[in-house]
T-cell receptor, first 115, second 108 residues
Framework: GAGVSQSPRYKVAKRGQDVALRCDPI?????LFWYQQALGQGPEFLTY????????KSGLPSDRFFAERPEGSVSTLKIQRTQQEDSAVYLC?????????????FGAGSRLTVL | AQRVTQPEKLLSVFKGAPVELKCNYS??????LFWYVQYSRQRLQLLLR??SRESIKGFTADLNKGETSFHLKKPFAQEEDSAMYYC??????????FGKGTRLHILP
């Protein structure tokens, strides 16, 4: 596609609900990153993939957060039993992922509001 | 541990005045550094990267390994420069982390 696509753009969940956020990276992009951006803050690293391999998930806040990229393309970030502190914009970004080409292209983000 | 610090949350500068957005990093190896920008109602996008050593929209940034800094500079601010600016670091494993950002407000 022309850019990184994220869905849904907006999600309102009741506390305790499970949510799934989808990211469609640019075709051919090897690396895919997930970030959490709270209001007025910078993007906080959650996890990243090279192809289907999840290389680092150290930023996931708790075991309620899970990310996958089974075929090395589309990725899903799942949050179980959502809490109010999970409210944030979740940004996905992708890159070609090799030396000299690690520029991130960002999606528009998925804004999650937990009531 | 790797870290990116942007000490200023907000920087207000008059149009035509010089701009300097500060960025300091903590990393034991040789990082690759970037500046990303987010204009109002737009997506986060790359502004420049240190390995390119180029000037984009009049902005430059020099990597100072001694001071572990990568400050963003522009000699004459323009109103369209108003935006959120984020400094970012990539480590040897290609993991990219961001600072908390500085809002640049250009005053007329």
């Amino acid at each position: 596609g022309a850019g990184v696509s994220q869905s849904p753009r907006y999600k309102v969940a009741k506390r305790g609900q499970d949510v799934a956020l989808r990211c469609d990276p640019i075709s051919g992009h090897v690396s895919l990153f997930w970030y959490q951006q709270a209001l007025g803050q910078g993007p906080e690293f959650l996890t990243y993939f090279q192809n289907e391999a999840q290389l680092d998930k150290s930023g996931l806040p708790s075991d309620r957060f899970f990310a996958e990229r089974p075929e090395g393309s589309v990725s899903t970030l799942k949050i179980q039993r959502t809490q109010q502190e999970d409210s944030a914009v979740y940004l996905c970004a992708s890159s070609l992922g090799h030396s000299g080409a690690n520029v991130l292209t960002f999606g528009a983000g998925s804004r999650l509001t937990v009531l | 541990a790797q870290r990116v610090t942007q000490p200023e949350k907000l920087l207000s500068v008059f149009k035509g005045a010089p701009v300097e957005l500060k960025c300091n990093y903590s990393y034991s190896g040789s990082p690759e550094l970037f500046w990303y920008v987010q204009y109002s109602r737009q997506r986060l996008q790359l502004l420049l990267r240190h390995i390119s050593r180029e000037s984009i929209k009049g902005f430059t940034a020099d990597l100072n390994k001694g001071e572990t800094s990568f400050h963003l500079k522009k000699p004459f601010a323009q109103e369209e420069d108003s935006a959120m600016y984020y400094c970012a670091l990539m480590n040897r494993d290609d993991k990219i982390i961001f600072g908390k950002g500085t809002r640049l407000h250009i005053l007329p």
